[in-house]
Nanobody, 121 residues
Framework: VQLQASGGGVVQAGGSLRLSCAAS????????MGWYRQAPGKQRELVAI???????NLADSVKGRFTISRDNAKNTVYLQMNDLKLEDTAAYYC????????????????WGQGTLVTVSS
């Protein structure tokens, strides 16, 4: 299973970006999908998570500005980021909890390669 993230870039404060992350491979079922971020010198933190039933949970710091969604037919998760702030600058990583056809009764964590978001003043 591979996760391919895209959509990062440089944006001015107050601007918007949309991140995408597509999962591919021997996928039987994807449960939770989410986005995490890691700023320089800081620990990785949860940004947003969405269940297979489309329930969502967002970090307090991004509520009202970020939206997470998914397209199950495309095995893809999105993160719409609006009103970006300087403190949103980080590498963003997607995560998926996947059951494969090889191990259909066991869930494993998979990570994307990270996409960099830089917010400038």
């Amino acid at each position: 299973v591979q996760l391919q993230a895209s959509g990062g870039g440089v944006v001015q404060a107050g601007g918007s970006l949309r991140l995408s992350c597509a999962a591919s491979g021997s996928i039987f079922r994807i449960n939770d999908m989410g986005w995490y971020r890691q700023a320089p010198g800081k620990q990785r933190e949860l940004v947003a998570i969405i269940t297979a039933g489309n329930s969502t949970n967002l970090a307090d710091s991004v509520k009202g500005r970020f939206t997470i969604s998914r397209d199950n037919a495309k095995n893809t998760v999105y993160l719409q980021m609006n009103d970006l702030k300087l403190e949103d600058t980080a590498a963003y990583y997607c995560n998926a909890k996947v059951r494969t056809y090889i191990t259909p009764f066991r869930e494993s964590d998979y990570w994307g390669q990270g996409t960099l978001v830089t917010v400038s003043s």
